[in-house]
């Protein structure tokens, strides 16, 4: 995953999330067996691409100055957030008795996360004076 992110740099966000959303989509309706290993190993491959892309992805949209402090912050919000959102996930299957919404909720979360960061790239540019 360095690798790749090293080579690519931030846009590897944007084709880890439809790398995402295609992996939960093909696990969801996987009509073989295969599919949903294809599925599973899609949605593996964008979580593990999620963890290597904060730090680069920090560092590209703020700069070095000020970088561990903004990174722990963007890292503490993002661990609450997991945190909460696994239950919410739970707490969907039991009102509706069906995974399908959970899993809609997920690559709905995962498009807005995509779209978001595309919405950061754009403005981090303006903060080139504040950039060391």
């Known amino acids: 995953m360095g690798f790749l992110n090293d080579k690519i740099g931030v846009a590897m966000a944007a084709i880890g999330g439809v790398v995402g959303v295609t992996g939960l989509l093909c696990a969801a309706f996987a009509s073989s067996e295969l599919m949903l290993y294809a599925g599973g190993f899609l949605f593996g491959f964008a979580i593990a691409m999620g963890t290597t892309q904060a730090p680069v992805a920090v560092r590209t949209f703020f700069g070095t100055k000020e970088y561990t402090q903004i990174y722990s912050n963007i890292t503490s919000v993002s ?5 909460f959102i696994v239950t919410f996930y739970a707490w969907v299957y039991e009102a509706t008795g069906n995974y ?3 899993i809609l909720l997920a ?3 995962l498009a807005v996360a995509v779209v978001s960061m595309q ?9 080139g004076k504040y950039k060391v």
Do not use: D, E, M, P
Request: charged share 10%; with cysteine.
């Open 107 to 109: 690559c709905i979360f």
């Open 79 to 83: 661990t609450l957030f997991q945190a």
């Open 119 to 127: 919405l950061v790239r754009g403005t981090s540019k303006s903060l």
């Open 100 to 102: 399908g919404y959970s």
